[in-house]
């Protein structure tokens, strides 16, 4: 793990090109289809959305989608797709909580995928979506298992060799969300840097806001 802050408007022109990635946020859509109700009156803030590769894929099921995230490279690229293939009822919302900056809106719910192991607190971020979710509605973090710090080629910016499940769990039990459920979303094989392959494995926990 590192304190340094990755530079991801360095990365976003290419980020899609990568097949993990665009296969990884798939699976995710598949694990949030399969765990909730998506609805075309479903408001969704998706945080850490980066080039849109889950907001997307949410969009045809529900209302709306706001895809929030502090990189200006990978909303540029998000908001290209949306210009070139003439999308409504998605947005892009530019916000670093590092800087202090306070989510706001109402949402039926929240989607990230991929992001918590880059914040700092995530227990105070996951207060934050509670605050802006509407009654009834859910959170879904899809994120990794303990992973060893062997993930990324590129640790820059990562606060989490993943996390324990039981201890994300107790995040959304403390912010106040019930019936809180896992799944796992994907597995994930690829090699480290000496070239030995290892598999990572990704949880989905959804908790509801009563």
Not at 20 to 44: P, Q
Not at 78 to 94: A, C, F, P, R, V
Not at 162 to 173: I, Q, W
Request: hydrophobic letters at 40%; proline letters at 3%.
């Amino acid at each position: 793990m590192t304190t340094e802050k990755r530079d991801f408007n360095k990365d976003a022109a290419a980020w899609d090109e990568n097949p993990g990635r665009v296969k990884m946020a798939h699976s995710a859509f598949e694990a949030i289809e399969g765990n909730l109700k998506l609805s075309k009156e479903m408001d969704i803030l998706d945080f850490g959305c980066g080039t849109g590769l889950l907001s997307l894929k949410l969009l045809p099921f529900v209302h709306s989608v706001t895809g929030a995230d502090s990189s200006t490279g990978m909303l540029d690229v998000l908001n290209s797709k949306i210009k070139e293939q003439n999308l409504t009822g998605i947005k892009t919302l530019l916000i670093d909580i590092d800087k202090n900056e306070k989510l706001t809106g109402s949402f039926d719910a929240v989607t990230s995928s991929m992001t918590m192991h880059h914040i700092k607190d995530p227990a105070v971020l996951i207060k934050h979506f509670y605050a802006i979710i509407k009654p009834g509605g859910f959170l879904c973090i899809a994120d990794l298992d303990p992973d060893g710090g062997k993930f990324h080629e590129n640790n820059d910016g990562v606060f989490h060799e993943g996390f324990r499940r039981d201890g994300m769990k107790k995040y959304f039990e403390d912010a106040g969300f019930t019936d809180i459920t896992d799944v796992t979303a994907a597995e994930i094989s690829k090699p480290d840097t000496a070239g030995k392959m290892n598999t990572f494995s990704v949880f989905l926990i959804t908790g509801k806001k009563v």
